[in-house]
T-cell receptor, first 114, second 111 residues
Framework: GAGVSQSPSNKVTEKGKDVELRCDPI?????LYWYRQRLGQGLEFLIY????????KSGLPSDRFSAERTGESVSTLTIQRTQQEDSAVYLC????????????FGPGTRLTVL | GENVEQHPSTLSVQEGDSAVIKCTYS??????FPWYKQELGKRPQLIID?????GEKKDQRIAVTLNKTAKHFSLHITETQPEDSAVYFC??????????FGAGTTVTVRA
């Protein structure tokens, strides 16, 4: 079946512009996660959605970052007034439940802020 | 919150030799420990995981061991092959959704 997909695969933007990144989770997966991976580093948790519950936004680095999810489907991560330090790969993952089930990752969006 | 440390940061092994990566965690309530493999430019993929009621788990050439008392767990790859070259991440979770990842180990298998 189809895995997690993300778009765009690459995004180059100018400092100060807003960007929107999209994630399509695996159908039926209620849990959705966003991570940030800077070059050569590990994965930083950003935000978690589970069904219709309030999302856990504790990993968002600043109020320039926000994310939405429509029901149990598509999610968008928005970064406003981008800064050079926002340059990273943004990975989305989905999982079947809120318990410690396998997280399936998307291919990521490589964001470059000039 | 949970703090996961991973060592070494880089590991170079001769093809056919074994590779071992070690992680320690801080939260004694953590009970789920997955390992992810990320090839260059690709997405992380789960390769093996272990839960706290088990001390060791094996899947072909890879195995994971867990020492809950010492709060550390390790990944063992035997008979390494060139396709094992990748970045490996350990993670820990305390029966909720939030995985805390180690910084990663870059494994290079020399032919």
């Amino acid at each position: 079946g189809a895995g997690v997909s993300q778009s765009p695969s690459n995004k180059v933007t100018e400092k100060g512009k807003d960007v929107e990144l999209r994630c399509d989770p695996i159908s039926g997966h209620t849990a959705l996660y966003w991570y940030r991976q800077r070059l050569g580093q590990g994965l930083e948790f950003l935000i978690y959605f589970q069904g219709n519950s309030a999302p856990d936004k504790s990993g968002l680095p600043s109020d320039r970052f926000s994310a939405e999810r429509t029901g149990e489907s598509v999610s968008t991560l928005t970064i406003q007034r981008t800064q050079q330090e926002d340059s990273a790969v943004y990975l989305c993952a989905s999982g079947a439940t809120s318990e410690t089930d396998t997280q399936y990752f998307g291919p990521g969006t490589r964001l470059t802020v000039l | 919150g949970e703090n996961v440390e991973q060592h070494p940061s880089t590991l170079s092994v001769q093809e056919g030799d074994s590779a071992v990566i070690k992680c320690t965690y801080s939260d004694s309530a953590s009970n789920y420990f997955p390992w992810y493999k990320q090839e260059l430019g690709k997405r992380p993929q789960l390769i093996i995981d272990i839960r706290s009621n088990v001390g060791e788990k094996k899947d072909q050439r890879i195995a994971v061991t867990l020492n809950k008392t010492a709060k550390h767990f390790s990944l063992h790859i035997t008979e390494t092959q060139p396709e094992d070259s990748a970045v490996y991440f350990c993670a820990a979770s305390r029966n909720d959704y939030k995985l805390s990842f180690g910084a990663g180990t870059t494994v290079t298998v020399r032919a």
